[in-house]
């Protein structure tokens, strides 16, 4: 895999409606000084700590043997997990995680991603365990020079849906739950091209919070099913659709209870750099739950200029001077987040369902580039 290829579609996992507080607000203060530069002071990060200033390394890379805290667990290069604690957290109706992600040796714009894993109580945190896996947020670094401010990013998802499961006493019962946080990178531009990182191999450092507020009541009832976990859609590779040349793929699965109030929560973003790819090129697309339409919609549309800030490595996508033609141009931002886009489907009967992608107009020009598709199912059961 080369690394040109890795940097559009990466993802083991792998974060607009439902998801997006981003701004240059949320963490900084830009205060214009005396000589004319701007000074970014940072704020703490709001909200109980799970990830300190964890360190990435290179992605290709044999796993570092580098210390972690107590109770983070690295699972490899470009990941951690960590069990909350949810007697501590008192975790209430409302639930954001903020996160951020601060410039080392890489400075690409990278794929990025939170999940929640759900495992047996009890069980310890191993693949082969992890029952249920939902991607719960994704975001795009931008291009960092970590010798030139902001050195540091923020995200921030509204994730209210989450708070009832983890306060359902059913759920709490049968799972731990697991967060963790994933960032692919590699350093070799940045050895190169970035002073003081030649020869080194971390990437990027990332802190997540959990803020919450509201009662801490108990939900009842709740219902999870992963439908897909990143997969990656492409029409181009066997199995990435239903058909190699066709742009739709059918993700097919069962409920065995009944379910009211069902809401489909999907992430999904498009990657391929090459000359007319599907990063730079916006395609209606359409999801289908149960055969049926339930939304259409255009990536991208929105403007760039809010995060050209936190763009301070020179690059391609933003130039030198500001940009006015952004909603014909950008499917994403480097420095924004992913949407999560949110669909209520009423009452789900228990039995066989399918959710459809469908993306008739894109080419996968020289088949190159990836949607990663991320999808699950919400509800409270009958």
């Known amino acids: 895999m080369t690394i040109k290829y890795f940097r559009h579609i990466l993802f083991f996992f792998l974060f607009a409606p439902f998801a997006l507080c981003i701004g240059q607000d949320s963490i900084y203060n830009a205060n214009m000084v005396g000589s004319g530069m701007e000074k970014f002071e940072v704020k703490p990060i709001a909200g109980d700590i799970i990830f300190d200033e964890v360190v990435f390394y290179d992605l290709y890379a044999e796993t570092v043997d580098e210390p972690v805290p107590e109770g983070i667990i690295r699972i490899d290069n470009t990941a951690y997990a960590k069990k909350l604690d949810l007697e501590s957290l008192s975790i209430g109706e409302k639930l954001t995680i903020n996160l951020r992600i601060g410039a080392r040796c890489d400075n690409y714009d990278r794929i990025g991603g939170l999940f929640m894993d759900l495992v047996p109580k009890g069980e310890e945190f191993i693949s082969a365990n992890v029952k249920q ?69 971390d990437v990027f450092e990332g802190t997540v919070a959990l803020e919450t ?4 009541s108990s939900a009842h009832n709740q219902y999870i099913l992963s439908i897909s976990d990143n997969f990656q859609f492409n029409d181009y590779q066997e199995g990435a659709s239903d058909e190699i040349g066709e742009s739709y793929k059918t993700f097919k699965f069962k409920t065995d209870k009944d379910i009211r109030n069902a809401s489909l929560h999907v992430i999904i973003s498009n990657h391929g750099a090459q000359s007319q790819g599907e990063e730079y090129i916006r395609r209606k697309h359409y999801l289908y739950f149960d055969e049926q339409l339930i939304a259409e919609y255009t990536p991208g549309g929105k403007s760039c200029e809010p995060f050209r800030v936190y763009n301070t490595q020179r690059n391609g996508i933003y130039g030198r001077e500001p940009r006015t033609n952004w909603n014909k141009w950008s499917n994403w931002c480097p420095g924004n987040t992913i949407p999560i886009r949110t669909y209520d489907l009423g009452m789900v009967e228990a039995g066989d369902h399918s959710f459809r992608l469908k993306v008739p107009e894109a080419i996968f020009a020289n088949d190159d580039g990836n949607f990663p598709v991320s999808v699950y199912l919400q509800g409270a059961s009958i």
């Open 133 to 201: 896996r939902l991607e719960i947020g994704r975001f795009i670094t931008p291009f960092m020079n970590k010798n030139k401010e902001p050195k540091e990013v923020p995200y921030s998802f509204e994730v209210n849906n989450l708070a009832a499961i983890l306060n359902d006493p059913a759920m709490q019962k049968k799972y731990d739950f697991y967060l963790k946080f994933y960032l692919g990178g590699v350093p070799y531009a940045a050895n190169k091209e970035v002073e003081g990182c030649e020869g080194r191999n």
């Open 213 to 216: 507020s509201g009662s801490v």
